[in-house]
């Protein structure tokens, strides 16, 4: 199973998915980590420049491509749309209070990550 963590640092979880600068992968077997990398996050629509634009741009048909070898995905803080598509493409999503990378995966490991829903932005726009 392969795990993304959304981090600046490959340390710390990023408070915002969309504006991490990277993803920390794990390749977990059982309760053992595999593998470890790093990918550069260059596919978020913030880290493509579509900030402000047009909601009917594919923001997120990219991160899903990229993650798409993923079946769980970790981080501090995402928005409601992210949260649903990444569920809709079947990746599992922990929004968590936890903020160090290596306990949010030891906890998952271990099964005892919380999904904190609550650290989830509806991201209400006026228009």
Do not use: W
């Not at 079946?71 to 409601?80: C, E, K, L, N, W």
């Not at 493409?89 to 903020?99: H, K, N, P, R, W």
């Amino acid at each position: 199973m392969k795990v993304a963590i959304a981090s600046d640092d490959g340390k710390i979880i990023s408070s915002h998915f969309g504006r991490t600068k990277g993803f920390a992968i794990y390749g977990i077997e059982g309760t053992v980590i595999k593998t470890q990398a790093y990918l550069e996050n260059t596919f978020t629509g913030h880290a493509r420049g579509l900030e402000g634009a047009d909601h009917g741009i594919d923001r997120h048909g990219p991160i899903l491509e990229a993650l798409k070898d993923c079946q769980v995905v970790i981080s501090h803080g995402m928005g409601r749309r992210i949260y649903d598509d990444l569920e809709s493409a079947g990746i599992e999503v922990f929004v968590t209070d936890e903020t160090d990378v290596q306990k949010a995966v030891n906890l998952f490991i271990n099964d005892k990550l919380i999904n904190n829903t609550d650290l989830v932005d509806d991201h209400k726009h006026i228009h």
